[in-house]
């Protein structure tokens, strides 16, 4: 097979947040970038995320009105990663953060929406804050990307309505109040009007929210620079000439290309949520790689860090938690393909308890997604699997739904029919049905019911912090996490864990080289997202986490590319192994 070669400034390798920051960034001060992507479509993770990002201390807070207190975000995230605290990353991190969404919403397309209050996950700790880190991608209009729409990697179906993409926050908020408000039914029955006729017109929903809007804008960002973007395209081999990286091979059309750089390579790809060895290396709940259930792409195999590795890249095995933990829910889609909904705020609605086989209560439902999988991991301990059951009554389950089963007025008896969804007339009957001891189900069901009276839970403090009554019902008091569970039927749902990102990475510097095990730049090669070791230490402190310090790092390490002097070949630099990987 003959081989090609083309010659760029620099060789960005994945097409979510962090590398197309990366491409975007560097394009814009003048640097030649190709792009390269894996899958035949773009947007990587992005692009099924939710499109928030955590970044302190920016220009959006400000408007708001609020002042990020000097120092909060420093200690909050040196309290966050605790014996991960990377120093110089995070000073990084916090000073770049705020010029990156300068330089996103000022010189681009990119834009986004700050609510004035979201908590920090932990926002009663050292340096939290109730509001002024996280914000959203605004919704965009897919027209804008022309024929490039029908590329565009779409949403979790799990997380849509009638194929349609509901925008985080207020717009939820209308969704769930549809038929308790004049103003709410409104604005839903225009938002589903609009829907129907951009799938007449074009055959899909043009408005793009979330991470679908991050991804569509960052790739118009790019689109509007004459960013090159090769699809369906993978790295097979990173090229080394002396102590550099100055290139890579890349599969194009069945051809190899040798891409040669005269800056660097930045690997973006996402990370390893579907790399099964890895997994079983990292995931103490997943002993053979396989007990466990993710929404990420399907082709994110830890290409990135096996890149990286091959040429003296060093991972982190020791990370407290090698991923961004996320309870989930696995059901049948209409082609039979497997789907994997992440919960994320259903377990903090009042009227919902999770328990164990055990039949018992283990953690305050309301917690993060990340902090509950580990209380579950933490309760399920010598069990032969890792798992629980959302549980609540009929009336909560028409209200606000659960999981993948949408709230009145849309049916539920396809959920029951697949076994996604188990009902009992009583909690005898629905303990039977789902393994647990009822003794223990309906004692735990009457403990919590006397609580919700109070709105005090004597047993995990549900609805006892900002975050947790954020993710509530503020129109249920005294707390808005707990109401009784006493009218059935009743339902139940079985939870797994899963993630939305892994955060054991390359180890990287405050500019985004990659590092060797003894600290030592690999010249020549950046790693950004989730290829990079996470900066959290293994934490999730906020909403956005991963895709604020994603567009930051883009962001750094386009500039630090920009400044970047082609590399000179010199002595090399290899690990005992240097094997590539064989598909990236």
């Not at 070669?5 to 970038?33: Q, R, W």
């Not at 503020?474 to 079985?494: D, E, H, T, W």
């Not at 920009?562 to 630099?573: D, F, I, M, N, S």
């Amino acid at each position: 097979m003959s081989k090609q070669e083309t010659e760029y400034d620099v060789l960005v390798v994945g097409t979510g947040a962090s590398g197309m920051a990366a491409a975007v960034t560097a394009a814009h001060e003048g640097l030649k970038v190709l792009v390269v992507e894996k899958a035949p479509v773009y947007g990587g993770t992005t692009a099924r995320s939710g499109g928030w990002l955590w970044i302190p201390g920016t220009r959006l807070a400000k408007e708001q009105g609020i002042e990020e207190p000097a120092g909060a975000a420093r200690a909050y995230l040196q309290h966050e990663a605790t014996t991960h605290f990377d120093a110089a990353r995070v000073d990084a991190f916090i000073e770049n953060g705020p010029k990156a969404i300068d330089f996103f919403t000022g010189k681009t397309c990119v834009q986004f929406d700050m609510p004035p209050v979201f908590p920090d996950y932990h926002a009663e700790a050292p340096g939290g804050q109730p509001g002024g880190r996280s914000m959203v991608t605004r919704p965009f209009d897919a027209r804008e990307l022309g024929q490039r729409v029908a590329q565009l990697a779409p949403p979790v179906p799990e997380l849509t309505v009638f194929g349609m993409m509901l925008g985080s926050g207020k717009e939820l908020w209308h969704f769930l109040r549809a038929f308790k408000s004049l103003e709410s039914f409104w604005y839903v029955a225009k938002r589903f009007g609009g829907h129907l006729l951009d799938v007449m017109r074009h055959g899909r929903g043009m408005t793009l929210t979330n991470g679908n809007a991050l991804a569509g804008r960052l790739a118009k960002a790019g689109m509007d620079l004459g960013i090159p973007v090769w699809l369906d395209s993978p790295v097979r081999k990173l090229i080394v000439e002396g102590d550099a990286v100055v290139g890579a091979t890349v599969m194009r059309e069945g051809t190899p290309v040798d891409v040669r750089v005269r800056r660097g390579v930045v690997l973006a790809c996402g990370g390893f949520p579907y790399d099964i060895e890895r997994r079983r290396q990292l995931f103490p709940h997943a002993p053979t790689g396989r007990e466990h259930f993710t929404p990420s792409p399907a082709l994110n195999t830890g290409d990135g860090l096996r890149l990286g590795e091959s040429v003296g890249g060093w991972v982190d095995p020791t990370i407290p938690n090698a991923a961004a933990w996320c309870p989930t829910s696995v059901t049948r889609r209409k082609d039979g393909s497997e789907g994997v909904m992440p919960h994320f705020i259903d377990r903090a609605k009042p009227g919902v308890i999770a328990v164990t086989r055990q039949g018992r209560r283990f953690t305050n439902e309301a917690l993060s997604y990340h902090d509950f999988v580990q209380d579950l991991v933490r309760a399920c301990k010598g069990a032969p699997e890792v798992s629980c059951w959302l549980i609540c009554d009929h009336p909560h389950l028409r209200e606000y739904g659960l999981g993948c089963v949408a709230p009145f007025p849309l049916p539920i008896g396809k959920h029951l029919r697949s076994g996604y969804l188990r009902r009992g007339r009583s909690l005898e009957e629905l303990a039977g049905k789902i393994g647990v001891p009822y003794a223990a189900l309906q004692e735990e069901v009457d403990t919590f019911n006397r609580d919700a009276a109070t709105g005090v839970d004597t047993k995990f403090a549900k609805g006892s912090t900002a975050y947790n009554r954020y993710q509530g019902d503020s129109l249920v008091q005294p707390n808005p996490c707990m109401a009784p569970i006493r009218k059935g039927p009743f339902y139940a749902i079985r939870l797994a864990v899963g993630e939305i990102g892994t955060f054991a990475g390359l180890s990287t510097d405050a500019s985004c080289q990659v590092l060797t095990r003894d600290g030592r730049p690999v010249r020549g090669l950046y790693a950004v997202g989730n290829d990079a070791a996470s900066i959290m230490g293994g934490n999730y402190p906020g909403a956005g986490i991963t895709l604020g310090p994603a567009l930051t790092f883009g962001y750094v390490a386009g500039r630090a590319l920009a400044r970047q002097q082609p590399p000179a070949t010199a002595q090399a630099v290899h690990p005992a192994d240097t094997r590539q990987p064989a598909h990236a």
